[in-house]
Nanobody, 123 residues
């Protein structure tokens, strides 16, 4: 099993910045892709940004140029740097990971979610 723990959310004024972190632990043989999703009240969960094991990144159009996803493989930690925040960025942000599982050898593949961290941007 894999555990994902997010941190770094909070309340910030419009135009401000935050950095979210997601620490992965457990039986991780290797990582396929990790990403950040968000869900605002009354809306569906949406993909914000993702990064593959090879380092290829992709972003939702609404955050391009403002958000940066990165990963520290040695620490098994995913980051999301959010700049120029807007009130419409207010949401619960979730970390997601698609992992190959196993301690010594491949034992299967799994998809996991963190518990979410609240980001609130005031106008």
């Amino acid at each position: 099993q894999v555990q994902l723990v997010e941190s770094g959310g909070g309340l910030v004024q419009a135009g401000g910045s935050l950095r979210l972190s997601c620490a992965a632990s457990g039986s991780i043989f290797s990582t396929n892709v990790m990403g950040w999703y968000r869900q605002a009240p009354g809306k569906q969960r949406e993909l914000v940004a993702s990064i593959t094991n090879g380092g290829t990144t992709s972003y939702a159009e609404s955050v391009k140029g403002r958000f940066t996803i990165s990963r520290d493989s040695a620490k098994n930690t995913l980051y999301l740097r959010m700049n120029s925040l807007k009130p419409e960025d207010t949401a619960v942000y979730y970390c997601n990971g698609d992992f190959n599982l196993g301690s010594m050898y491949y034992e299967g593949r799994g998809d996991y979610w963190g518990q979410g961290t609240q980001v609130t941007v005031s106008s």
